[in-house]
Structures are given as structure tokens and as C-alpha cells.
């Protein structure tokens, strides 16, 4: 008998018993090393991911971040490369041997400007300090919780297969996997799961936006703005009249994508004073490479007119770390949504109820939509595919090995992206609940690939038709990690 892809993959589902929304109550037989080991660990993980949560270093910075989890995995037997792809704050710690491959996406990295205390209302610890944002703490601690789990079940039934867990540093921003994916170290997994923080638990099954960072650098000439202003060229005016012409851009553009900027060096200080210097430094975002390439080379052109016309020059700078946009897999998706309708929802208690209706009631976000947390959303064909509009280094990482992504929920529902909200309740057992859900969905997923042979075969049957069969992985900007890209100069 002959199965198509999907039939391999829903057959081998049925094989593990996976009409998940039957099991009300389950006891994780097979799994009990791993699921054990997590809900044993729960003050373990706590304080790790409030330690990192209390750090808050920014992209490439990470260093107690990035050595807290390193220190982590080596006491649980996993050896640790450190300082991977040019990051010095990058590792991949592996534990285990021969294959299968699995692999799991860590971050660690903090945003610059949301100092947040863990209180229901905004309440700065250090005005315009960095704070998890993002809840990378608890990205990274759920990561490594849930390969340091898969280790304990490898042990415990000696099975054979490797666990390895990718600490990358810099997502915002920095792209720090891109440099992973540049320097082959994705070569040799089989494939890769990852998670993000969010107000739901669900499966990410969506593509993203590839995303190009450029800067423009415009030189004029200084002089006294009203003694002798034929002498000067404004840089400065080279910024606006590019900003001006960028705007016009915005509005032929294809529907998905988009143009953002901030001026990062505003061109003096005095209006007395003709500008010498001017930059501002821009993101454009595409659905795919052609369309992000395009843009960018417009975005490009305008520099150079608002050069010419302004009588200053303009130095292009594009960035490394420019991202590919999210490749989904439907068999990885599948495989995932099974697996967090077997972990279930989160029940939060009085504490953190209390909290989280604090942070509603200051956010203008209904109480009652707080209750879905204790649900997973279910999967419906029409979710496979569609777009988000955000970019993430993930990108890189899937189109050189299949990725199945999902969110768990730390955060409170309905409470914006990058918000004080997220720092405050990330920095809570809200937080490490999410965080150790995730683990769980992990340890459950890796456990399948490793046991069920089929199920990784439909997956990369699905990555193969997906990315194209000549397909060959190239950095959008080849070259190395901006690792002071977060430092104040
Ligand atoms: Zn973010
Ligand atoms: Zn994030």
C-alpha cells in the first residue's frame, strides 16, 4: 500500500493514538521520563527564566543570559559549543548520539526602553532601561527546560537519537540565527522546533515577512546657517528628501509589504548650524526575496536622487542579518497541534488570576477573553499558510532545515507585541507556565519524531516540496553579526 504524504503522516498520527481531543486526562505513559522531569523542575526553571527576566541584555550583549542556560545544560550532560557563528554569546549544546537529529531554537535577548516592574500597571524599574518584551527569558528557558527533559527520556528508555538546543542571540534585530544558517550549522539536524510567547496556545502555522535592514549615511558640508548658507549642504535635507521620497514609494508597493524608518543620527544639534552629518536607517519587509530585493534597490535609488538634488553624498549601507521569510510545514504543524492538545491549556491560580485581571482591567482587555488561556486553539486548514506580518530570524533556520513553530500562552491575551504588560507578567510563574507548557510540547513532539520514523518522513517530504527541489540556501546579505548593533555610541 502506497500513501501520498498526508496519508503517511495522519496514519502515523493515528498510530500514537492521536485523536487528542479524546485524551481529557492524559497520563503520558511513554513519556513519563520527560514529563516528570518538567513538572518536578517547575522552581528550577522559575528562577532561571526571572534571572535572565532581571538581566534584560540587549541583542549580542547576552553574556550572564547566554551563560546561565549554558551552565544549565552542561550540569544536566550536555556539551556545549560556545561562541558559534562569530556570536560570542551564541552555543549550541548537544546531548545524546547518532540520529535522529532534533533541534530546538533558543533566545535570550531584551529590548531597549521597557523597564517594567512585575506589577499590573506600568511602573518602570529604571526609566528608559531594556526589559523582555518579548519574553525571550522565557523563550529561552522553556527551550532549554524542554531539550534538558528529551535528554532525561533519551536516558531513561536508551534510545538512540540527539538533542540539540541552539542558543541565538540577537533577534531583535540582530538576526543572530541568520549567521547560524550561513555557517551550515543546521546541516546536520533532522529538524527543529521552536516557540514564542504569546496570549494563546496554538500552532504557528503561518508564513512571515522577509525582512532587509539599510543604512544611509549623507555627508554634506557645515556652515553658518544665515552668515553663509550658500557655503553649506545640508545632510540632513539628504535625509528628508529621502524620507520624503520613500513615502511617496509607500504607496506602490504590493499589499504585504512594507517601509519603516528612524532617523538615527538627526543632523546636528543648532539650527544656527548647516548639518555635516545625517542618518537614518530603514527596514523594508517583502513576502518573498524578489519582492523584498526590488523594494529595497527603489528605497536605494531614492537615497541617491535625495543625494544628487541636495548636493550631498550617501553612503549605502546594507546589513547583515537580513531575514528570509517563515517557511511553514503542514506535517510538522499537525504533529505540534496533536501534541498541545495532549499538554492542554493553563490553569492559572488566585494570584495570577488576580494579576492578569490587574493588567486587563489596565489595558482595556476584556476579563472574559483572559479564559483562553486554559483552551488550544484549534487547527483549521484555512490558518495553514496565511501571512504575519512580522519578521524572525526563524526565517533562515527553515529554509535550510524543516521547522515547526507554536506559541504557548505566557502572556496575558489580547495585550499588545513589545509591551510593558508582557514584561510585567513575563517576569511571573504566569510567564514560566507558558514557558514550561512549551517545554512539555517539546519533549512530546521530539519523543514522536524519535520513535516514529514516518513522521519525520512526512516532513521532509513536505519541506522538499515547499522550498523547491534546486533550492540553494544564500544569506540575503552575506557577511558577519553586527555585535554592537545595541551599543549606545
Ligand atoms: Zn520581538
Ligand atoms: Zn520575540
Known amino acids: 500500500m502506497k500513501f501520498n504524504k498526508l496519508t503517511t503522516v495522519t496514519f502515523a498520527l493515528f498510530l500514537l493514538g492521536a485523536s487528542a481531543s479524546a485524551q481529557k486526562k492524559d497520563s503520558f505513559v511513554r513519556e513519563k521520563a520527560a514529563i516528570d522531569y518538567i513538572n518536578k523542575s517547575f522552581s528550577v526553571y522559575d528562577n532561571l527564566q526571572k534571572s535572565i527576566w532581571g538581566y534584560h541584555e540587549l541583542g549580542f550583549l547576552e553574556e550572564k543570559s547566554s551563560a546561565l542556560l549554558q551552565k544549565h545544560l552542561e550540569e544536566n550532560g550536555f556539551t556545549v559549543e560556545k561562541g558559534v557563528a562569530g556570536e560570542p554569546t551564541g552555543f549550541i549544546a548537544t546531548f545524546g548520539s547518532g540520529s535522529p537529529v532534533i533541534g530546538i531554537l533558543a533566545e535570550f535577548d531584551a529590548l531597549s526602553g521597557l523597564s517594567q516592574d512585575t506589577v499590573p500597571y506600568r511602573k518602570a524599574i529604571e526609566e528608559g532601561g531594556?526589559?523582555?518584551?518579548?519574553?525571550?527569558?522565557?523563550?529561552?528557558?522553556?527551550?532549554?527546560?524542554?531539550?534538558?527533559?528529551?535528554?532525561?527520556?533519551?536516558?531513561?528508555?536508551?534510545?538512540?537519537?540527539?538533542?540539540?538546543?541552539?542558543?541565538?542571540?540577537?533577534?531583535?534585530?540582530?538576526?543572530?540565527?541568520?549567521?547560524?544558517?550561513?555557517?551550515?550549522?543546521?546541516?546536520?539536524?533532522?529538524?527543529?522546533?521552536?516557540?514564542?510567547?504569546?496570549?494563546?496556545?496554538?500552532?504557528?502555522?503561518?508564513?512571515?515577512?522577509?525582512?532587509?535592514?539599510?543604512?544611509?549615511h549623507f555627508t554634506g558640508k557645515a556652515s553658518h546657517a544665515a552668515g553663509g548658507p550658500d557655503k553649506g549642504r545640508s545632510a540632513l535635507d539628504g535625509v528628508e528628501a529621502l524620507d520624503y521620497m520613500a513615502n511617496l514609494i509607500r504607496e506602490h508597493i504590493p499589499m504585504s509589504s512594507r517601509i519603516h524608518y528612524v532617523i538615527t543620527n538627526g543632523g546636528g544639534l543648532s539650527p544656527n548650524v548647516v548639518p555635516a552629518e545625517a542618518e537614518v536607517s530603514y527596514y523594508v519587509r517583502a513576502k518573498n526575496i524578489e519582492e523584498l530585493l526590488d523594494l529595497a534597490d527603489r528605497v536605494d535609488n531614492a537615497a541617491r536622487g535625495a543625494a544628487l538634488g541636495t548636493d550631498t553624498e550617501v553612503t549605502i549601507k546594507r546589513l547583515a542579518g537580513a531575514i528570509y521569510p517563515v517557511l511553514p510545514n503542514k506535517s510538522f504543524s499537525l504533529l505540534?497541534?496533536?501534541?498541545?492538545?495532549?499538554?492542554?491549556?493553563?490553569?492559572?491560580?488566585?494570584?495570577?488570576?488576580?494579576?492578569?485581571?490587574?493588567?486587563?482591567?489596565?489595558?482595556?482587555?476584556?476579563?472574559?477573553?483572559?479564559e483562553n488561556v486554559k483552551t488550544v486553539v484549534p487547527y483549521t486548514e484555512k490558518d495553514f499558510g496565511g501571512l504575519s506580518y512580522g519578521s524572525s530570524d526563524v526565517g533562515d533556520v527553515s529554509w535550510n532545515v524543516p521547522v515547526g513553530s507554536f506559541n504557548a500562552a505566557a502572556f496575558i491575551p489580547g495585550a499588545p507585541g513589545h509591551s510593558w504588560q508582557n514584561v510585567a507578567v513575563g517576569g511571573t510563574t504566569i510567564g514560566t507556565k507558558g514557558a514550561l507548557t512549551a517545554a512539555k510540547v517539546f519533549a512530546l513532539t521530539a519523543i514522536d519524531l524519535f520513535t516514529v520514523p514516518a513522521l519525520l518522513k512526512g516532513i521532509r517530504t513536505d519541506f522538499d516540496a515547499s522550498r523547491g527541489k534546486d533550492f540553494k540556501y544564500q544569506p540575503i546579505v552575506p557577511g558577519k553579526p553586527e555585535l554592537d548593533y545595541r551599543v549606545k555610541k
Open 130 to 216: 531594556n526589559g523582555h518584551g518579548c519574553g525571550h527569558q522565557l523563550l529561552g528557558t522553556g527551550a532549554v527546560a524542554g531539550a534538558v527533559a528529551i535528554s532525561k527520556w533519551l536516558k531513561a528508555t536508551g534510545t538512540k537519537g540527539t538533542v540539540q538546543l541552539f542558543g541565538t542571540p540577537a533577534e531583535e534585530g540582530g538576526g543572530g540565527k541568520v549567521f547560524f544558517a550561513q555557517d551550515g550549522l543546521f546541516n546536520a539536524t533532522d529538524a527543529v522546533l521552536d516557540w514564542h510567547p504569546g496570549g494563546r496556545n496554538a500552532v504557528s502555522a503561518h508564513a512571515t515577512l522577509a525582512r532587509l535592514s539599510t543604512t544611509y
Open 336 to 370: 505540534i497541534q496533536k501534541n498541545l492538545e495532549r499538554v492542554g491549556g493553563i490553569e492559572w491560580n488566585v494570584e495570577e488570576l488576580a494579576f492578569a485581571k490587574g493588567i486587563a482591567k489596565e489595558s482595556g482587555i476584556k476579563e472574559e477573553d483572559l
